[in-house]
């Protein structure tokens, strides 16, 4: 592997912690918004949640920012990142205490402090996000929320 490429890896991976930090922990669209590529697509799994193309997914992380749960926490279990795409896969604990129609929809909030497993492929091209697929267990999570 060439220098450059390593330093390519190391943007790429930077690029996606600054956005999804931002978004996640502190509930601020702006920096992943301004990551992104103009035809960029985002997608919940499974509920589809998302949106393809800037405003769709602008709105969306919008939405999702404010409906962003008490206590979220993310931990990230492993990467692997390439010259193109970072894939996490990462556990985030958070208290169910709204509504999330991106993750859950239809469930009412119960209250109960909930743990879910995801799978985050986020794809960069030319320093954009220009893909992210989100892959929820939401089997898991539907059992400890509707225990």
Do not use: C, K, N
Request: net charge neutral; no cysteine; glycine share 8%.
């Amino acid at each position: 592997m060439t220098p450059a490429m390593q330093v390519l890896m190391r943007d790429i991976a930077r690029l996606w912690d600054t956005a999804a930090d931002a978004l996640y922990d502190a509930g601020d669209p702006g920096p992943a918004t301004a990551a992104l590529a103009t035809d960029v697509s985002w997608t919940e799994l499974p509920t589809g949640a998302g949106g393809h193309g800037r405003d769709a997914v602008v709105a969306h992380l919008a939405a999702l920012a404010a409906a962003r749960p008490s206590g979220l926490t993310r931990t990230r279990v492993s990467r692997t990142v390439d010259v193109r795409r970072v894939v996490d896969e990462i556990r985030v604990g958070f208290t169910h205490d709204r509504e999330l129609p991106w993750l859950v929809p239809g469930l009412a909030p119960t209250g109960r402090a909930a743990e879910v497993l995801a799978v985050q492929l986020v794809r960069v091209r030319q320093g954009r996000i220009d893909e992210v697929r989100t892959l929820w267990d939401v089997t898991g999570l539907r059992s400890v929320l509707d225990g």
